[in-house]
C-alpha cells in the first residue's frame, strides 16, 4: 500500500515546484525580453520600412498560437512537466536563427527565428496554470501572480543586457543587434536545463495526489467548456490586455528611435513598463483575491486607460512621461492579466481544463500577430499618438461587456 502523502510533504513539494517554475520561467523571460527589444529596429534595419518592421513581432506571435495550442494539448496527455522540459530548446533554436538573420543580413532568417521563439515560448506562458494548479482557491491569484513575477528579474536584465552585450559582440559579429539574440539562446538553454533537472515530480501528479484541485465541474466536450459565460469573459479579458498591450509597445521602439534616441534608452523604457507587468504581480495577486477578479479587472482597465493618455501625449523631447505612461501600461495588464487567468481556471472543466489553457493563450497569441501587423502600417499612417487611442478599445469592451451583462455578473460574483 502506497503511504498517503500528507500536507506537511505537499506544502514543501509544491513550494519547491514553484520555486523552480519560477526561476526556468524567469531565464525563458530574459531571452524572450531581448528578442523583443531589438526585433523591430533589427528589421527596420535590415528592410529600411516601418511597415515591415512588426514583421518579426507578428512571426513571433503566431509561433505562440501554434505553441500554446499544441502544447495546452500535449500537456494534457503528457503532463505539464513534459512541455516545459521540450519547449526551451525550440526557442534557442529559432533564437539561433535571428542570430544568424541579423549577422548575414537575411531579413527572412529574423522572421522564421521568431516563429520557432514563439512556439517554445508558449511552455512560458503556461507555466503560470501550473503554479495555479498547485494553490488552492484562496490563493490562486498569488499563485499566478508569483510566476507573472518571474519576468520582473527576466525583463529588467532581459532588456538591459541587450545593449551592453551587443557591444561587446559588435566587432565579432559586425552588427550591435547580434548580442540580443546571443543572449538569448544561451538564457533559453538554461532555462530547459533547470525544468529538465528541477521539475520533479510533474507539478498535475502532485496537485492530483493532493487533491487540492479546485473542481469546475467535469465531462463535455472543449466547445462546451468554451460556451460558459465565464471562460469567455476570461479569455476576453487575456485578450484585451495583451491587444492594447502589443498596440503599443511594438510602436515604441520605432517613436523612440525617430526621437533620436539608441538601444539604451529602448532598454530603459522597456525596464520601466516590465517594471509595471511584473514586479508588483504577487502583490496583484493578492488583492485580485480579496477583492475578485470582476473589480480586479475594472482597476486594470483605469490604469490602461491612463497610461495611454500619458504615453500618447508624451513630448519627443525627454522619455520621462513615456516611462510613466509604459509603467502604468504594465501595471494594467498586469491586473487584468492575472484576474483573467485565475479566473480561466477556476471557471474551465477539470478534464478538459490544459485544453483550454492552451486554446485561450493560442487565441491571445493569435490577436497579437495581427496586432503587430497593423501596428506598423498604424505607425506609418496615423502616427504614435493616435495608436495610443486606438488601443483604448480592448479595455473599454471588457467593462463595457461586464456592466451590460447581468448572467455574468451573477456567476462571476463573488
Not at 512537466?81 to 543580413?105: C, N, T, Y
Not at 502589443?246 to 523612440?256: K, W
Not at 473589480?295 to 508624451?314: D, M, P
Not at 472543466?349 to 497579437?368: C, H, K, L, N
Amino acid at each position: 500500500m502506497k503511504r498517503q502523502v500528507t500536507d506537511l510533504e505537499f506544502t514543501a513539494v509544491r513550494r519547491r515546484l514553484v520555486f523552480v517554475l519560477f526561476v526556468g520561467a524567469m531565464l525563458g523571460w530574459i531571452a524572450f525580453v531581448s528578442t523583443l527589444t531589438v526585433a523591430t529596429v533589427a528589421a527596420r534595419s535590415l528592410t529600411g520600412s516601418t511597415t515591415l518592421a512588426g514583421l518579426p513581432l507578428a512571426a513571433g506571435a503566431l509561433g505562440q498560437a501554434l505553441g500554446t495550442n499544441l502544447l495546452g494539448r500535449l500537456s494534457a496527455r503528457r503532463g505539464r512537466r513534459f512541455i516545459m522540459v521540450i519547449g526551451p530548446p525550440v526557442s534557442a533554436m529559432g533564437a539561433a536563427l535571428e542570430l544568424a538573420g541579423v549577422v548575414w543580413d537575411r531579413y527572412w532568417m529574423l522572421v522564421g527565428g521568431a516563429v520557432f521563439v514563439g512556439m517554445g515560448v508558449g511552455a512560458i506562458h503556461l507555466a503560470r496554470y501550473a503554479a495555479a494548479e498547485l494553490s488552492d482557491d484562496e490563493t490562486r491569484g498569488k499563485a499566478v501572480g508569483v510566476l507573472v513575477w518571474s519576468g520582473t528579474a527576466g525583463s529588467l536584465l532581459g532588456a538591459n543586457l541587450v545593449d551592453g552585450v551587443g557591444k561587446i559582440v559588435e566587432g565579432t559579429m559586425g552588427t550591435p543587434y547580434a548580442g540580443a539574440f546571443l543572449l538569448a539562446v544561451v538564457a533559453f538553454l538554461l532555462s530547459w536545463f533547470t525544468f529538465l533537472v528541477g521539475l520533479r515530480p510533474d507539478p498535475s501528479a502532485v496537485a492530483v495526489k493532493a487533491e487540492v484541485t479546485p473542481r469546475a465541474g467535469s465531462g463535455g466536450s472543449v466547445g462546451a467548456a468554451l460556451m460558459r459565460p465565464s471562460v469567455q469573459l476570461s479569455i476576453l479579458a487575456l485578450l484585451c490586455a495583451q491587444g492594447a498591450m502589443v498596440l503599443v509597445m511594438t510602436a515604441t521602439p520605432l517613436r523612440i528611435e525617430d526621437a533620436g534616441y539608441g538601444l539604451n534608452i529602448v532598454g530603459i523604457v522597456f525596464s520601466f513598463h516590465a517594471v509595471g507587468m511584473f514586479a508588483f504581480a504577487p502583490l496583484v495577486g493578492r488583492i485580485v483575491d480579496r477583492i475578485g477578479n470582476l473589480n480586479a479587472l475594472a482597476i486594470g482597465a483605469i490604469l490602461t486607460w491612463t497610461s495611454l493618455y500619458l504615453s500618447g501625449t508624451a513630448p519627443y523631447e525627454g522619455y520621462w512621461m513615456l516611462n510613466a505612461g509604459l509603467f502604468l501600461l504594465g501595471l494594467g495588464w498586469s491586473f487584468s492579466f492575472i484576474a483573467g487567468s485565475s479566473m480561466l481556471f477556476a471557471a474551465a472543466p477539470a478534464d478538459v481544463r490544459q485544453v483550454v489553457e492552451g486554446w485561450a493563450d493560442s487565441a491571445i497569441w493569435t490577436m497579437v500577430m495581427v496586432g503587430s501587423v497593423v501596428t506598423g502600417i498604424l505607425m506609418n499612417s496615423i502616427g504614435y499618438g493616435l495608436i495610443n487611442l486606438v488601443a483604448a478599445g480592448p479595455p473599454l469592451a471588457i467593462v463595457l461587456l461586464v456592466l451590460v451583462t447581468p448572467r455574468l455578473r451573477a456567476e462571476l460574483s463573488r
